[in-house]
Every structure is written in structure tokens, then in C-alpha cells.
């Protein structure tokens, strides 16, 4: 394994823990496992480019082999990444036929049952599960509680969107 060293310019993340415009040096062990991705003992990977996010609309889904499809939504200026599975049954998020809403509050919604999730954390907000349908004496089966979608720290470096994995 190549050990290197890196500083990250305009270093921002999710979590806000770093701002944009700070310098950010990091010095880790650094392996190459595609010609495009590049991840360090930290766990970064860089899953997409500002230009690629762009051309797309704002939301790419990206597949990794360390936490799946990884879906990537532009929202106000933020880059923010998320799992593409929903938590509730598992469906994809953003889909060949179903497409998540992202809501004026940072808030995306499952196309299949319409629980929306907040983008910075993964908390659900409002009711869980309200596309499901109300069955007489049994009421809304399959709901469960409601589980927060998993969500994952962002960085751009250089025009790349690297994600925390």
C-alpha cells in the first residue's frame, strides 16, 4: 500500500464539521481500487464530479460494494449522499420507474410509501409510511416503526464529490 499525503481545499462535509474554504491536511495510507475511485484508511471514496452531478439533474445513484447504491442529491447548494434504499421495505429511492421528491424543507420522500426522510441526518419527519393503504380491522400492515435512512459525509476536493463510506 503507497502512503501519501493530501490537503483538501474548500474541505466540506455534511455535518458541517469542516466549512467551505478551510484547508484540511490529511496523511493516510492511500489504495487505488478503480481508475475512479481512490479510498483512504479514512473511508472516503470519490463516487462523482460536480460536472457529472450537474449533467444529471442534481441526483446520481452511484454502486459501491462497501454500503450499495449510494444515492447523491444536490439540495440549495449542498451535496448530500444518502443510502438509495429505503429503510421501511427496501426500495430503491431513486429508481427506473419510482423517483423520490426532495421537499422545500431538505426532506426526501419514498416514491412507494411517501415517508419522507431528512437529508442532512436520515431522521424520519411526519407520519411513517402514508402511501400505505388502511385495511379494514388490520389497519396499516407492514408499516414497523419508523428507522432513519442512513446517511454519509461529503466532501468536494478538487471538483470530485467524495463520500465517507
Known amino acids: ?20 474554504g478551510q484547508a484540511v491536511t490529511c496523511k493516510a495510507p492511500l489504495r487505488v481500487v478503480t481508475k475512479k475511485t481512490l479510498i483512504t484508511t479514512a473511508g472516503w471514496s470519490q463516487l462523482a464530479t460536480e460536472g457529472e452531478l450537474k449533467a444529471a439533474g442534481g441526483r446520481v445513484v452511484v454502486k459501491t460494494e462497501e454500503a450499495g447504491k449510494i444515492l447523491i442529491q444536490e439540495f440549495m447548494g449542498e451535496i448530500y449522499a444518502v ?9 430503491p429511492l431513486q429508481g427506473k420507474i419510482l423517483t423520490a421528491e426532495v421537499t422545500d424543507a431538505g426532506c426526501l420522500v419514498c416514491p412507494a410509501h411517501k415517508s419522507a426522510f431528512d437529508l442532512k441526518t436520515g431522521e424520519p419527519k411526519g407520519e411513517w409510511c402514508p402511501g400505505m393503504p388502511e ?7 407492514l408499516t414497523g416503526d419508523p428507522v432513519p435512512l442512513p446517511t454519509y459525509e461529503v466532501r468536494l ?6 463520500v465517507n463510506l
Open 83 to 91: 443510502s438509495n434504499k429505503c429503510p421501511h421495505l427496501g426500495l
Open 1 to 20: 500500500m503507497a502512503s501519501a499525503s493530501c490537503t483538501f481545499k474548500s474541505a466540506h462535509l455534511i455535518n458541517n464539521s469542516f466549512r467551505s
Open 135 to 141: 385495511l379494514p380491522f388490520v389497519g396499516k400492515p
Open 157 to 162: 476536493t478538487d471538483g470530485n464529490i467524495e
